[in-house]
């Protein structure tokens, strides 16, 4: 499984993540700023799941039509960096990448739910 964390997940986060062995990179390396739109597209581009804390992108996908490969949207009301971590290990240590390929996953501190994207967003 492959990963791009948005820019509101703490690179120290990537690097932690990268270290257990994670394909995970971030868009603050490439560069601060980049509208959602590209951070989006890069991430369908390269099938990396997107890691976010921005609502944004679900009025992208399913309003806008723009295509995704998969996204954990995380919902925290801890917003710390331990807090994200913590969630984000379990995520994408015991979720497969057949369960979040397709599928925009919705995290919080009470629930997991998974929504099945549009189809035609999967088409290359």
Do not use: W
Request: net charge positive.
């Amino acid at each position: 499984m492959k990963f791009l964390a948005d820019e509101n997940i703490s690179i120290r986060i990537v690097l932690y993540l990268q270290k257990m062995g994670i394909d995970i990179n971030s868009s603050i390396k490439e560069k601060i700023g980049l509208s959602d739109e590209t951070i989006l597209a890069k991430s369908y581009r390269e099938e990396r799941i997107l890691i976010t804390s921005d609502k944004d992108f679900g009025d992208l996908i399913f309003n806008k039509n723009l295509p995704c490969y998969g996204i954990i949207l995380l919902r925290l009301k801890n917003q710390s960096m331990h807090n994200k971590l913590q969630i984000i290990e379990k995520i994408i240590t015991t979720i497969e990448n057949k369960d979040i390929a397709g599928n925009i996953i919705i995290v919080t501190e009470e629930f997991i739910r998974v929504r099945l994207l549009p189809k035609q967003k999967l088409q290359n």
